[in-house]
């Protein structure tokens, strides 16, 4: 084997960065205090990593999804790929809760548990004028500054539509978010580069701050949310990507699997979107004017870990630790309130407590039983965050095949290196139809 670590293949550079990094986590975890040291020397590197392909997320998403509006129209009516899009998102996300509340029942995580130590933790029941406001924000100066993608997806497509609607006086405008879009993925292009270190210092993070003992007290819980990432990742995506895709599941992780081994690592969406974007167009072979419309918009809405699988298991856990029993009719509540309230989570860590609140709330279950599981929400927010993004990847499969614009040979081809550069476009020519690649 070649020595030279920086001449592996990439996903070998990353699963070094991996193991080394539990190693490191797991010895500093038995020497003294793990978390305070994980504070003072793992989590700043990790965080900047982060933070540098956070960054670049807002102008992204912004021009991705104006570019995007345009292109659609050549591809599709831009009406119905939208609600197609968010029909699957809608069905994903129900099959994803009743996998959830099914694991929960089965394995009953909240029963037989000793008094657990409550980390304090202060929720606000998510309202309906929170999501509309998310929506439509009343400064999208504001929005962008503070994270708020989803109204960023708004505005955009207002905007790709305006732009559209103005014809040639908005060509020059057109031409301008093209740009910015090519700025954006050579950005992103060289943070993701630096994937091997950032993951080095984030799992060597979560690793040393928990170790085993912490999940002793909540093993039945962190199982059950595990096992139902499992079987829907495995099993519930498997079967629609062969039912309505038509395409090998198998090969659709392989393609899927450097987004969703970041995810894992990284416990965010958004952080993410840049790398799924890319596997979504240059490895599974969805045409780049839907991805670069349908990626933004799942990593904002979907999220069928944080927003489905865990609500429906820790209520359940929260119900059999309180004592208190659920009927049919408050399933059903769990289940409504898990699919509908993904519009008030958004794609950073932490997410999940917004989608729990509610769901909590619905059934009319204790907020303060919440408490008790802070303390391992890190460890199971990566499964959540990697079951996000696989759904994220799942739907643009499921509807670019129903619209023709899945290119089988792309999906089936040897996955495509994701650390070479975006093509350039040639000297005096637009970029307007180069293939989008996020990273």
Same mark, same amino acid.
């Given at each position: 084997m070649n020595v030279r670590v920086w001449k592996w293949q990439f996903w070998q550079q990353i699963v070094l960065a991996l193991v080394l990094g539990a190693a490191v986590g797991a010895l500093i975890?038995?020497?003294? *205090?793990g978390g305070a040291? &994980? @504070? *003072?020397?793992? *989590?700043p590197f990790g965080g900047v990593y982060v933070s540098l392909l956070k960054v670049v997320v807002v102008p992204l998403v912004f021009a991705a999804i104006v570019v995007s509006v345009g292109r659609l129209r050549g591809v599709g009516g831009v009406a119905?790929?939208?609600?197609k899009t968010l029909g699957w998102f809608v069905v994903t996300?129900?099959? &994803?809760? %009743?996998v959830g509340l099914t694991v929960g029942l089965l394995v009953r995580p909240g029963e037989g548990l000793g008094r657990l130590a409550s980390e304090s933790t202060e929720t606000d029941p998510v309202t309906w004028t929170q999501v509309l406001e998310n929506l439509f924000p009343s400064n999208i100066v504001n929005a962008m500054a503070e994270g708020n993608v989803l109204g960023v997806v708004t505005f955009a497509v207002l905007f790709g #539509? #305006?732009?559209? %609607?103005?014809?040639?006086?908005?060509?020059? =405008? #057109?031409a301008l978010a093209d740009d910015l879009y090519a700025v954006m993925q050579k950005i992103v292009w060289w943070v993701v580069r630096l994937t091997p270190v950032g993951s080095f210092f984030l799992i060597a993070s979560v690793v040393a701050t928990y170790g085993p003992d912490s999940l002793a007290p909540l093993a039945k819980f962190t199982g059950a949310i595990y096992l139902a990432v499992a079987i829907m990742l495995l099993v519930g995506y498997p079967v629609l990507l062969r039912a309505f895709g038509r395409v090998s599941p198998v090969k659709f992780l392989r393609n899927s699997w450097p987004a969703i081994q970041f995810a894992f690592v990284s416990s965010s969406s958004l952080a993410t979107l840049p790398i799924a974007q890319r596997v979504s167009v240059e490895r599974n072979g969805v045409r780049s004017e839907y991805a670069s419309f349908a990626q933004p918009l799942g990593a904002t809405i979907k999220f069928d870990g944080c927003g489905a699988i865990y609500p429906a298991v820790a209520a359940i856990f929260v119900a059999q630790y309180t004592g208190v029993s659920l009927g049919l009719a408050d399933y059903a509540l769990i289940a409504l %309130?898990?699919?509908?309230g993904q519009l008030g989570t958004g794609g950073t860590p932490g997410p999940a407590l917004v989608a729990l609140t509610l769901t909590l709330t619905t059934v009319g279950l204790p907020l303060q039983a919440v408490g008790y599981l802070i303390a391992i929400d890190k460890v199971i927010d990566m499964a959540r965050t990697a079951l996000n993004v696989t759904g994220q990847l799942t739907v643009p499969v499921l509807v670019a095949r129903s619209e023709g614009l899945l290119d089988d040979e792309v999906f089936n081809a040897p996955p495509a290196d =994701?650390?070479? #550069?975006?093509? @350039?476009? %040639?000297a005096g020519e637009r970029p307007r139809d180069a293939v989008p690649a996020a990273v």
């Amino acid at each position: 084997m070649n020595v030279r670590v920086w001449k592996w293949q990439f996903w070998q550079q990353i699963v070094l960065a991996l193991v080394l990094g539990a190693a490191v986590g797991a010895l500093i975890n038995t020497f003294g *205090d793990g978390g305070a040291i &994980a @504070e *003072d020397w793992l *989590d700043p590197f990790g965080g900047v990593y982060v933070s540098l392909l956070k960054v670049v997320v807002v102008p992204l998403v912004f021009a991705a999804i104006v570019v995007s509006v345009g292109r659609l129209r050549g591809v599709g009516g831009v009406a119905r790929l939208t609600a197609k899009t968010l029909g699957w998102f809608v069905v994903t996300s129900a099959i &994803a809760t %009743a996998v959830g509340l099914t694991v929960g029942l089965l394995v009953r995580p909240g029963e037989g548990l000793g008094r657990l130590a409550s980390e304090s933790t202060e929720t606000d029941p998510v309202t309906w004028t929170q999501v509309l406001e998310n929506l439509f924000p009343s400064n999208i100066v504001n929005a962008m500054a503070e994270g708020n993608v989803l109204g960023v997806v708004t505005f955009a497509v207002l905007f790709g #539509a #305006a732009l559209v %609607a103005v014809g040639e006086r908005g060509e020059r =405008l #057109a031409a301008l978010a093209d740009d910015l879009y090519a700025v954006m993925q050579k950005i992103v292009w060289w943070v993701v580069r630096l994937t091997p270190v950032g993951s080095f210092f984030l799992i060597a993070s979560v690793v040393a701050t928990y170790g085993p003992d912490s999940l002793a007290p909540l093993a039945k819980f962190t199982g059950a949310i595990y096992l139902a990432v499992a079987i829907m990742l495995l099993v519930g995506y498997p079967v629609l990507l062969r039912a309505f895709g038509r395409v090998s599941p198998v090969k659709f992780l392989r393609n899927s699997w450097p987004a969703i081994q970041f995810a894992f690592v990284s416990s965010s969406s958004l952080a993410t979107l840049p790398i799924a974007q890319r596997v979504s167009v240059e490895r599974n072979g969805v045409r780049s004017e839907y991805a670069s419309f349908a990626q933004p918009l799942g990593a904002t809405i979907k999220f069928d870990g944080c927003g489905a699988i865990y609500p429906a298991v820790a209520a359940i856990f929260v119900a059999q630790y309180t004592g208190v029993s659920l009927g049919l009719a408050d399933y059903a509540l769990i289940a409504l %309130a898990a699919v509908i309230g993904q519009l008030g989570t958004g794609g950073t860590p932490g997410p999940a407590l917004v989608a729990l609140t509610l769901t909590l709330t619905t059934v009319g279950l204790p907020l303060q039983a919440v408490g008790y599981l802070i303390a391992i929400d890190k460890v199971i927010d990566m499964a959540r965050t990697a079951l996000n993004v696989t759904g994220q990847l799942t739907v643009p499969v499921l509807v670019a095949r129903s619209e023709g614009l899945l290119d089988d040979e792309v999906f089936n081809a040897p996955p495509a290196d =994701l650390t070479a #550069a975006p093509a @350039e476009p %040639a000297a005096g020519e637009r970029p307007r139809d180069a293939v989008p690649a996020a990273v």
